[in-house]
């Protein structure tokens, strides 16, 4: 008999914080007591162990099976089907600063490309599934055993209005995407919240899709890692971010921020700075994404809704010709970790896939910068699984057989030139040093005016190498941006 009231989410809820400080491993040795039951068998699916790294989602079938002894039903109903409320356990980490972080997103249900077209949100099975979600928290630690963890955390979780309607905009947009016949153009960096992530046993399996013959990825709804990442700080460690929506619930988020934006467009920077900050100049190196958190009503360097749907907001400067003079940076990359990585786990493809930029765009007017205009970006599928796969895959192979370091004198300074991807031989992504000072230990000899510690990398053979980072291309960029410089 269950030890909860099946038809009551307060009742589940309780009996669920029990967990709390229980690892995986002792809740499936109470089982086995409660049950007098000595041969773990019983515990495994086809023979493969709740814990084993190959069962994914073994973690939750433990609790699902043998703590809330829930049996397998319909998909498209959520686990606790009487109360109508979702079982989801997740793993978070603590970070080097101390702050908590989703270790991943939070997978709900698989998209059918031929349902979902036919469906509204209301009446499709994701809403069941997202409506009340049991949330249950386990601690990521590397070096532990899967059946080792502990969980720290148990909430209950319901969008709120306005999360909801963002998530519902996700949604349409998603299906309108498939009804369009383009399945195989989704993407995460495509909606805020609710993203439609990969999800198959291999990255080679596709499936047939409506209104077109091109087979896509199979593909399922999830909350993204960055609104993961907002609730568990929100609710666990009591952390407030300044929303841009005070009040109102808004019908178009993204077009919500354009027209903002753009009420100030033709300003100058001094002129911005004077509206906002009542000063006619300031020498912070940050001041055009202050100005932009400005313009959006935030005081601070980042807003809540950004946080949630990982938005990173990206100044870019047009000179009188049109044209992008520097290419953008991203942060520094270790190269052993690089090389640890293959593509669809890669940090780049994490960042292409599931970051949506913000463009705020000046132009150079004499001496200054006037706001030109404002978009929202994400990087296109055909662009992420083409050439810039291409060019990472390019860049990882140089470094795993060997970069060539060569040091060439000119004049009484000594250059390192390497054969890494350049901004001349490639067309969306580039590599270059990231730190201001560059150094290079080449057969035990040091080039440079850095510090190997500070500056310094290792590579494979026990070389050091500046360290390095990816860039952008300004060409790329000034492509992407081109609606509007000509619109305007």
């Not at 099976?65 to 089907?81: A, H, I, M, R, W």
């Not at 765009?361 to 662009?383: A, E, Q, R």
Request: proline letters at 2%.
């Amino acid at each position: 008999m269950k030890k909860y009231n099946k038809y009551d989410k307060n009742s589940i809820y309780e009996y669920a914080t029990n967990l709390i400080g229980k690892t995986f491993r002792e809740i499936e040795v109470d089982y086995f007591i409660e049950n007098n039951q000595t041969d773990q068998l019983v515990l495994r699916e086809d023979g493969v162990p709740y814990g084993a790294f190959r069962r994914k989602g073994g973690l939750g079938d433990l609790l699902e099976d043998k703590y809330f002894e829930l049996t397998t039903g319909n998909e498209s109903l959520p686990d606790f089907v009487e109360a109508n409320m979702e079982l989801k356990v997740t793993p978070y980490r603590i970070n080097k600063n101390k702050t908590l972080s989703a270790k991943e997103r939070l997978v709900i249900t698989m998209i059918d490309y031929f349902k979902i077209v036919e469906e509204d949100f209301y009446s499709s099975h994701l809403w069941p599934k997202i409506e009340f979600i049991l949330l249950i928290y386990y601690l990521y630690e590397q070096d532990k055993e899967r059946l080792d963890y502990i969980i720290d955390y148990v909430y209950m979780y319901s969008p709120n209005k306005q999360d909801l309607k963002i998530i519902i905009e996700d949604y349409n947009k998603i299906k309108s995407k498939i009804s369009r016949g383009e399945a195989h153009l989704l993407s995460e960096g495509d909606t805020l919240y609710l993203g439609a992530v990969t999800k198959s046993a291999t990255s080679a399996n596709r499936t047939s899709q409506p209104f077109s013959d091109e087979l896509a990825k199979p593909r399922a709804f999830s909350l993204k890692t960055s609104y993961m990442t907002t609730l568990l700080r929100e609710r666990i460690s009591q952390v407030e971010t300044e929303s841009i929506v005070k009040d109102d619930v808004v019908e178009d988020f993204e077009q919500y921020i354009v027209n903002k934006i753009d009420e100030n467009k033709g300003l100058t920077k001094e002129q911005l700075i004077f509206k906002y900050y009542g000063k006619h100049d300031m020498k912070s190196k940050n001041i055009y994404n202050m100005l932009t958190y400005k313009m959006l009503g935030v005081n601070g360097d980042n807003a809540l809704e950004f946080e949630k749907a990982n938005i990173e907001v990206k100044t870019i400067r047009l000179n009188e010709r049109n044209t992008i003079t520097e290419s953008m940076s991203f942060p520094a990359f270790n190269v052993l970790e690089l090389l640890e990585e293959d593509w669809e786990e890669s940090t780049v493809f994490d960042k292409f896939s599931a970051t949506k930029f913000l463009f705020v765009v000046y132009k150079k007017v004499g001496k200054t910068y006037v706001l030109h205009g404002s978009m929202f970006w994400n990087m296109p599928v055909d662009d992420l699984e083409g050439q810039l796969k291409l060019e990472w895959e390019r860049t990882y192979n140089i470094f795993k057989e060997g970069v060539k370091l060569t040091p060439k004198q000119r004049g009484e300074q000594t250059i390192v030139s390497s054969n890494l991807p350049k901004l001349s031989n490639t067309e969306i992504l580039h590599v270059r040093n990231h730190s201001q000072k560059s150094v290079y230990v080449i057969d035990g000899i040091k080039y440079g005016n850095g510090i190997v510690e500070r500056d310094g990398d290792l590579l494979p053979n026990g070389d050091i190498i500046s360290k390095q980072c990816f860039w952008l291309n300004n060409k790329y960029i000034l492509k992407q941006i081109s609606k509007i410089i000509h619109n305007t």
